[in-house]
């Protein structure tokens, strides 16, 4: 019969094998029958479906799983569900390059469509070069490639070994998602949070799309200021008497003729006797007014600044609070509109304005510089200078900011009393590790504005309302037809309005429907109320929602994070979650956060071929919640160590207490012969002084995990395994043959000495806690284990209590196994000093210990002996052997280090066999 224990071990092949076997009994799958407090259940991050999956990515989820099978193991029901986002422009840009097109929402559609690139990324495929397609071919390949990713992502999930229920996927893209997605919407609309306007809006020039403020980025660009004189107009002239220009200084002379105020601080003196004054604008000539605003600042450049609508987002917060004019420059390609403002009326004006019509932001910046040099009111040469400027954070180009009718939803960014509302629900939200919460507090703090949450793109959530138009064809803006939640998901841009139909799409007395499609955020800040059946299954939402645990990125707190609260305090009145767990970010050699758009990622499939999924998953677990992490390889090599020590202590322990014999048999006999073992009494000394360790090393790893610290629960037990391993286990493993040759087989129902018995229950009962305590972190190599001698699953299996190991410690001092491996280290020492074999034999010699370890160490002795081949010892007071004239060899205090200390440091009267 084969040995259900292979001849040799190894963590290689482990992961198909156990994803097969998990799989098919469904050891993940989530019991819905259960209590709600029987359950726990987790908001996984649904990753970004736009390439591949990233080292950061594995490092994260590692730690949500390794809390997840932790809370499986105390007994709770994990509702533990993975999406897909799916939508959104990181997956329109990928298709983009992957297929060589462009979207073109006014072509037709074309059946059968074959892009002009596939399976290739296309990064040499310039967007002119990119074939247009109708919207219906471009959403097509879209779902074609998301579909293709899913699979890989699912896959390397599968191997990494995270285990969520399969059974439970989602897309944020697919039918049920935009049912709730356009739900959540069409209730925010009803109450009033979500509305619609046509006010200054951040602007994305490649993408043509709006951005909302919690996806901005601020990077350094070189600009140089330009100082640029205003005539005073007449009352300037006649109430100071004077002719003389007021310089201003901008790095935006091309918005020149957006301009429709000067500004200055209230209290600057220099100013005050100009405002409510008017100059003329250089080259255009029209009359704008000198304004006082608490913004401006009198430190910056000439301490007068131009208002131009707009240049930047200060502009806007002048351009509202001082009721300025609009004169909008700029349209929606990035290019100087075709028509010049209404305002500017001269003829130089006009020509001058003609000179930039159409021109890109630089181009028109060089030729307004020209032409105010042509026209002598520019004063000296640009100062460079290196300044911060907004980009939308997947962009390559600045954002401007462009007038557009755009929709919002409400967030405290201009409600006082929503702000405070959601700063409370930070404020209850149990932040791991704490001090994230305070990232939270001063997003919502520093909002200047409700949450954009439209987008001018295509593969996406549509936004699920019509517009009436007038007897002229003319959008009612203001009165937006909307459906009946049933009808959900909708989509406007090819779905008649209610009481209309299709052949009355676009024509004057019938409808039009919104373009615009939701962003992405607008989707993933509802995946509890997607996964949780919010809409279609209200006993699983009762079960789950509020959720246990969101854990993500600290760099999406601002996004997904805040508006996540903010979509439950506006529809259900709480949290969406009860703990929040903030990852770190990986690093690269340099020290430098890991990212895609830095081209230092490392794709981690590779990882986890050549070192294997547990070592990965180990060197994740060894990084604490919020802590940032080095990307190491050499930590990745120390977890395979871990999880080869398992398999290999394991068998022997297995072997040591006649397990194995019986498994050999039948899984059922193992079981048997495992509860027979573990059933015996422990008597003996070091076996009680192990499994007291033991039971405190079960104690802290508990403590730990209900904290959300894997990382000290992993340190505790590895700490006390190794120990474990390299001392108790080679101490002891003569004994547990009770005279039978290592390696032997071992009846284990046959009689045997006392302290044989004593040592093989203590064997047993330390390797099935040492197992569990492992689960977590290293599935695979404790699972594999647990087969050897157990029914079903350990992922299933209770997580180990202190109680069992502590009872049978019968109050014993943890300090005799330290005592005892410090004695059989100082032995090794002797023999690899003499160099010979560690089998040789001591005929005798003087073990020198503190007087307080006196009785730790002959409690131990015969062990000692045992594992150190030792014929005959004395174990003698150091304190009183040793020569007190010896530097640093004092009265010793008990301690761990104090005992080490005195028995490595001497021997004395050492009779090595044959020598």
Request: hydrophobic share 40%.
């Amino acid at each position: 019969m084969t040995s259900r224990i292979p001849d040799k071990a190894t963590v290689d092949g482990l992961e198909d094998r156990w994803n097969d076997a998990w799989e098919a009994a469904g050891v993940y799958r989530f019991d819905r029958s259960k209590k709600r407090d029987e359950i726990y259940s987790i908001d996984t991050p649904p990753p970004t479906v736009s390439g591949s999956l990233h080292v950061g990515h594995v490092f994260s989820y590692t730690h949500t799983d390794v809390i997840a099978r932790y809370q499986r193991m105390c007994g709770r029901e994990v509702f533990y569900p993975m999406g897909w986002d799916d939508n959104g422009l990181p997956t329109e840009r990928r298709v983009q390059n992957y297929y060589g097109v462009r979207c073109d929402p006014h072509l037709p559609y074309e059946e059968g469509f074959e892009p002009p690139y596939a399976g290739g990324e296309g990064k040499s495929i310039k967007a002119a070069d990119q074939v247009p397609v109708s919207r219906r071919n471009f959403v097509e390949l879209c779902e074609q490639l998301t579909a293709e990713d899913e699979k890989q992502f699912e896959a390397l999930w599968r191997h990494l070994g995270l285990s969520v229920d399969w059974s439970r996927t989602y897309q944020t893209i697919e039918p049920a998602s935009q049912a709730v997605a356009q739900q959540a919407f069409l209730r925010s609309l009803a109450r009033g949070e979500a509305y619609q306007s046509e006010a200054p809006t951040l602007w994305d020039v490649t993408f043509r799309t709006a951005v909302a403020q919690a996806e901005l980025e601020d990077r350094d660009r070189q600009g140089a200021y330009h100082r640029v004189a205003f005539e005073p107009a007449a009352d300037l002239e006649e109430a100071t008497g004077s002719y003389e220009s007021i310089y201003i200084e901008t790095t935006r002379p091309e918005l020149l003729p957006a301009c429709v105020a000067l500004v200055a601080h209230p209290d600057d003196e220099r100013y005050k006797p100009l405002f409510g004054k008017h100059v003329r604008t250089p080259i255009f000539g029209v009359e704008v007014p000198i304004v006082p605003h608490r913004l401006a600042s009198p430190d910056k450049g000439s301490g007068i600044a131009m208002i131009c609508t707009f240049g930047d987002v200060t502009d806007v917060i002048w351009w509202r609070e001082l009721s300025l004019p609009t004169r909008p420059v700029l349209g929606w390609d990035g290019r100087i509109l075709a028509d010049a403002p209404d305002a500017i009326e001269s003829a130089e004006g006009i020509a001058a304005y003609a000179e930039l019509a159409g021109k890109t932001v630089f181009s028109a910046q060089q030729r307004i510089v020209e032409l105010l040099g042509e026209a002598g009111v520019i004063d000296g040469e640009p100062k460079t200078i290196t300044h911060p400027v907004k980009f939308y954070e997947k962009g390559d180009k600045p954002l401007e900011i462009v007038t557009s009718r755009q929709w919002y939803i409400a967030n405290g960014g201009r409600d006082a009393n929503l702000r405070a509302e959601l700063v409370a629900r930070g404020e209850a939200l149990d932040f791991v590790p704490a001090h994230m919460g305070k990232r939270y507090e001063n997003w919502v703090n520093g909002l200047t504005g409700d949450w954009l949450i439209s987008r001018q793109r295509f593969f996406g959530v549509p936004i699920p309302v019509w517009y009436r138009l007038d007897s002229d064809g003319n959008p009612e803006w203001e009165t937006p037809i909307v459906p009946d939640e049933a009808s959900l998901p909708v989509d406007p841009a090819s779905d008649a309005a209610p009481g209309f139909d299709e052949s009355q799409r676009g024509i004057p007395g019938g409808f039009i429907g919104e373009k615009d499609i939701m962003d992405t955020w607008a989707t993933s800040s509802l995946t509890p109320q997607i996964v949780c059946g919010w809409r279609e299954d209200p006993e699983l939402f009762a079960k789950t929602f509020p959720m246990d645990l969101r854990p993500q990125g600290q760099d999406i707190i601002r996004t997904w994070l805040f508006s996540s609260v903010v979509r439950s305090h506006l529809e259900h009145g709480v949290l969406p979650w009860k703990h929040a767990a903030i990852s770190g970010w990986i690093l690269d050699p340099d020290r430098k956060k890991m990212s895609k758009s830095k081209g230092n990622v490392v794709t981690p499939m590779g990882l986890l071929e050549t070192h294997g999924s547990d070592a990965v998953r180990y060197w994740a677990a060894s990084a604490r919640l919020g802590t940032d992490a080095a990307f190491d390889e050499g930590q990745m090599k120390i977890g395979r160590r871990l999880a080869m020590k398992v398999l290999n202590v394991s068998k022997f322990v297995l072997g040591a207490t006649g397990i194995t014999t019986a498994a050999d048999d039948s899984l059922e006999a193992g079981m048997k012969a495992a509860a027979h073992v573990t059933s015996a009494a422990v008597t003996e000394p070091l076996d009680k002084a192990t499994l007291a360790g033991l039971a405190s090393v079960i104690e802290a790893a508990t403590f730990a995990f209900d904290a959300y610290d894997h990382t000290r629960a992993l340190e505790t037990a590895e700490q006390y395994f190794w120990t474990f391993c390299d001392d108790y286990v080679e101490l002891v493993k003569e004994r547990a043959y009770d005279g039978a040759a290592l390696g032997e087989p071992i009846d284990p129902f046959a009689p045997c000495s006392p302290e044989a018995a004593s040592a093989r229950a203590a064997l047993g009962i330390a390797l099935d806690a040492f197992l569990r305590l492992f689960a977590p972190v290293l599935p695979f190599a404790t699972e594999e284990v647990w087969s050897w001698f157990n029914e079903g699953s350990i992922h299933r299996a209770p997580w180990p209590t202190p109680d069992r190991t502590r009872a049978a410690a019968g109050g014993a001092n943890p300090l005799v196994l330290v005592a005892a491996g410090a004695a059989v280290s100082q032995l090794r020492k002797i023999k690899s000093d003499a160099k010979v074999s560690q089998r040789t034999a001591i005929v005798s010699l003087d073990l020198l210990v503190p007087e307080s370890q006196m009785e730790s160490v002959n409690a131990a002795k015969a062990d000692i002996m045992a594992a150190g081949r030792v014929k005959s010892m004395q174990v003698v007071d150091a304190v009183m052997a040793i020569d007190p004239s010896v530097d640093g060899l004092g009265p010793e205090d008990g301690s761990v280090s104090a005992l080490l200390d005195a028995t490595v440091v001497r021997t004395e009267n050492v009779v090595l066999e044959g020598a």
